[in-house]
């Protein structure tokens, strides 16, 4: 018998969507599997999914973000030498990297460029984005944007998330500085910075994650403007299009497929919006909210099929979703999706 069916309990994680607002989402053993979510979203939670070499062990916060290459390949932040880990979609090692990049590798994006893929990564302490091949050879370096006259110096400046537009322009969100976002052109030549105080009530307050959004027919940059507890669009030159409040708590960063949105809530689950950013889901809530938000919970107090602190998460090609749980011994997940 499955650990859920042993303790007889079915566990109630909040709304199934704006449709149907009053039907609680479960989580439930079918056949000895982990089940969460419903309709298109429904996922099977894959204990010890993450297959480390032996001896070796994160040693580290998972803390960052999580990414997909064109081969399904997934690609997780620490705060260890291993900044970057990546992993076969069946859970088997590839490979670590990112020696130089120890304590403060955060946010990442992979895009296409030409006929190759690269790796954006945030870093903290070393206060700026590189772009690296996906063997972690470093190609650009984007130091702090003094331009923008805002800093008094470099240390002020902790970027935590990045996007590219599709003309190359990238775009970074200062979530652990001073909450701006800041736009470069593909060569690295500033061009311009917001902070959301051009409208009433739209100051940014950690700009934590960044998320490029080609659903409509302009593409729009997307900020998880985690502090405020939404999320913002903006033109791809920083004007304001819309936010997004609901089933937020503190959303850390967003990624898209297809019509829908995954939004890693740092208070204990994960969230997916629809196409009109309306609420479809949330997954794996955690039961206990003395749990939630919170970095050194030991993993005799985890529990498959509750998340408790998702700070990053990406769907792969196939909709499985990979989640990284912001944890000072290193937590790593994989949900399958069910047809």
């Known amino acids: 018998m499955s650990q859920i069916s042993r303790r007889g309990v079915i566990r109630i994680f909040g709304l199934a969507g704006a449709g149907a607002a009053l039907m609680p989402q479960r989580l439930f053993a079918a056949q000895d599997k982990i089940v969460v979510g419903d309709g298109v979203h429904k996922y099977e939670w894959i204990p010890g999914w993450a297959k480390l070499p032996a001896g070796m062990k994160y040693v580290g916060s998972?803390?960052?973000?999580?990414q997909v290459d064109s081969?399904?390949?997934v690609y997780f932040n620490t705060d260890t030498e291993n900044a970057v880990l990546i992993f076969e979609a069946d859970g088997t090692f590839v490979k670590a990297w990112g020696k130089?990049?120890?304590g403060g590798s955060h946010g990442m994006k992979i895009v296409k460029e030409g006929d190759k893929e690269v790796l954006w990564l945030?870093?903290?302490?070393?206060?700026?984005?590189v772009k690296c091949s996906l063997d972690g050879e470093v190609l650009m370096t984007i130091g702090y944007p003094e331009m923008a006259g805002v800093y008094k110096d470099k240390g002020q400046y902790k970027p935590t998330g990045v996007a590219l537009a599709p003309n190359g322009d990238v775009y970074v969100g200062d979530g652990y500085g001073l909450s701006?976002?800041?736009?470069?052109?593909a060569k690295?030549?500033?061009?311009?910075s917001w902070n959301g105080s051009e409208r009433q009530g739209g100051k940014f307050n950690t700009p934590h994650g960044m998320c490029l959004d080609t659903r409509g027919a302009d593409p729009l940059m997307a900020v998880a403007d985690r502090g405020n507890s939404r999320i913002q669009w903006f033109t791809l030159d920083g004007k304001f299009v819309s936010e997004s409040k609901e089933g937020m708590r503190n959303p850390c960063t967003l990624n898209i497929l297809g019509d829908d949105i995954i939004v890693p809530d740092l208070q204990g689950r994960i969230t997916i919006l629809g196409k009109d950013n309306k609420l479809i889901e949330h997954?794996?809530?955690?039961?206990?909210p003395g749990l939630r938000g919170k970095n050194p919970i030991p993993p005799e107090k985890w529990k498959d099929g509750?998340?408790?602190?998702?700070?990053?998460a990406v769907w792969d090609s196939k909709g499985d979703l990979y989640v990284e749980d912001w944890n000072a011994t290193g937590r790593i997940n994989k949900l399958k999706r069910l047809k």
Do not use: A, M
């Not at 998972?62 to 999580?66: E, R």
């Not at 997954?283 to 206990?288: G, K, P, T, V």
């Open 62 to 66: 998972t803390h960052g973000n999580v």
């Open 71 to 73: 081969k399904d390949r």
């Open 100 to 102: 130089e990049f120890k």
């Open 122 to 129: 945030c870093h903290l302490g070393r206060h700026e984005v």
């Open 180 to 185: 701006w976002v800041h736009q470069w052109n």
């Open 188 to 192: 690295g030549e500033y061009v311009r």
């Open 283 to 288: 997954l794996c809530e955690n039961s206990d």
């Open 306 to 312: 509750e998340f408790i602190s998702p700070h990053g």
